[in-house]
């Protein structure tokens, strides 16, 4: 199993940006087999972005033009850059790694390795 450890959140204004790291460890680090969640007080936990099977990013389309994917195979890391953010973007947010890079990436089930989340505040 792998092992996650997000960091990178706090509190923001408006229009502000945030950075959240994922460092994973355990076994042999893939990309293409993590994503990034999402849950606020009273709501489901909500799919935000992922590395497709292709490789490919892929997001959700409340996030799409402001949040980015990117990735330090070296350091074992894969990063959300988060640009213009919103009141509406407040969550605690989770990275999460897939054992089936073939399942689906927009499924919380598809996922079997949780980090402990980050906390995101997003002030108006």
């Known amino acids: 199993q792998v092992q996650l450890v997000e960091s990178g959140g706090g509190l923001v204004q408006g229009g502000g940006s945030l950075r959240l790291s994922c460092a994973a460890s355990?076994?042999?680090?893939?990309?293409?087999?993590m994503g990034w969640f999402r849950q606020a007080p009273g709501k489901e936990r909500e799919f935000v972005a992922a590395?497709?099977?292709?490789?490919?990013?892929n997001y959700a389309d409340s996030v799409k033009g402001r949040f980015t994917l990117s990735r330090d195979n070296a350091k074992n890391t894969v990063y959300l850059q988060m640009n213009s953010l919103k009141p509406e973007d407040t969550a605690v947010y989770y990275c999460a790694a897939r054992g089936n890079v073939y399942s689906d990436y927009r499924r919380s089930s598809s996922y079997d390795s949780w980090g402990q989340g980050t906390q995101v505040t997003v002030s108006s």
């Open positions: 355990g076994r042999t680090f893939s990309s293409d087999a």
């Open positions: 590395m497709s099977w292709r490789g490919s990013s």
